[in-house]
Nanobody, 120 residues
Framework: QVQLVESGGGLAQPGGSLILSCAAS????????MGWFRQAPGKEREFVAG????????HYTDSVKGRFTISRDNAKNTVYLQMNSLKREDTALYYC?????????????WGQGTQVSVSS
């Protein structure tokens, strides 16, 4: 069955960096878009970054452009989120999600989430 396992969250200072990983199994990874999403307390889950299955296109929400970078290693069935210049407002539970198709981020499976906290 499909499994998505996130790791790499933790506590960072403002201006610091973290890298999140999402290890996938149970499906042909390169055939599907993958995305990172986050949910802060009291807010709805939002799209953060996504990458098409073939790796040819990446998408970011405006608030993270220039600070976060999504990448994927189709040989390792893993998607990453490099987060630099972290801000307090990046604090949230971060999820990876599997798209239903190669070219969109309509998610059909979610990981369990990894907490990112940005504080001094």
């Amino acid at each position: 069955q499909v499994q998505l396992v996130e790791s790499g969250g933790g506590l960072a200072q403002p201006g610091g960096s973290l890298i999140l990983s999402c290890a996938a199994s149970g499906f042909t990874f390169s055939n599907y878009a993958m995305g990172w999403f986050r949910q802060a307390p009291g807010k709805e889950r939002e799209f953060v970054a996504g990458m098409w299955g073939n790796g040819n296109s990446k998408h970011y929400t405006d608030s993270v452009k220039g600070r976060f970078t999504i990448s994927r290693d189709n040989a390792k069935n893993t998607v990453y989120l490099q987060m630099n210049s972290l801000k307090r407002e990046d604090t949230a539970l971060y999820y990876c999600g599997k798209g239903k198709r190669a070219y969109d981020y309509d998610v059909d499976y979610w990981g369990q989430g990894t907490q990112v906290s940005v504080s001094s």
